[in-house]
């Protein structure tokens, strides 16, 4: 991990793509901030989401880059259009889902650092099943209510 004395940026275009559970952009990473932040896009098909999960160790931003959401955090529900923004404290119970009619598009900002990594671990296991995928979650402090009822 580098130190974080030097501005880390990301070109138009630019990031490593994973593609679990949709396409992930990683634009900036925990190396490059010295663990304290990482940055990623997801592109969210309609109709798609998350299921419900907690963030052991991280807060999360989101911006509504494209397209029309509905975020739930700790039971309340808001929707958001593009340009919208959200930011959900760790160890809050969350989830989200694209309720617009086309491909929705978010940028996604944790710190600290770290939770971006998820998303190219699970692109190298694509067949596993959701206890797999549990497992691997859990190396990225990611724990998720696969049990609980969620209202819409």
């Known amino acids: 991990m580098t130190t974080f004395d030097q501005a880390a940026f990301s070109l138009p275009g630019a990031g490593a793509e994973a593609l679990a559970f949709g396409r992930h952009i990683i634009r900036i990473s925990a190396d490059q901030t010295g663990g304290n932040l990482g940055c990623f896009e997801s592109e ?18 989101f911006r509504v880059l494209e397209g029309r959401f509905a975020f739930w955090c700790n039971g309340a ?16 119970e969350h989830r ?6 086309s491909l929705g598009r ?28 549990c497992r691997i979650g859990e ?14």
């Open 77 to 92: 529900r808001v929707e958001l259009t593009e340009g919208g923004v959200i930011c959900v404290p760790r160890g809050a």
């Open 44 to 61: 969210v098909p309609a109709g798609e989401g998350t299921p419900l999960h907690v963030h052991e160790k991280e807060d999360e931003f």
């Open 106 to 133: 978010l940028m996604v900002i944790v710190t600290p650092g770290g939770f971006e990594g998820f998303f190219p671990a699970a692109a190298r296991e694509p067949d596993a099943d959701m206890d797999r995928i």
């Open 96 to 101: 989200f889902q694209n309720i617009g009619a």
């Open 139 to 152: 190396q990225f402090n990611l724990r998720f209510i696969l049990d609980a009822a969620v209202a819409a």
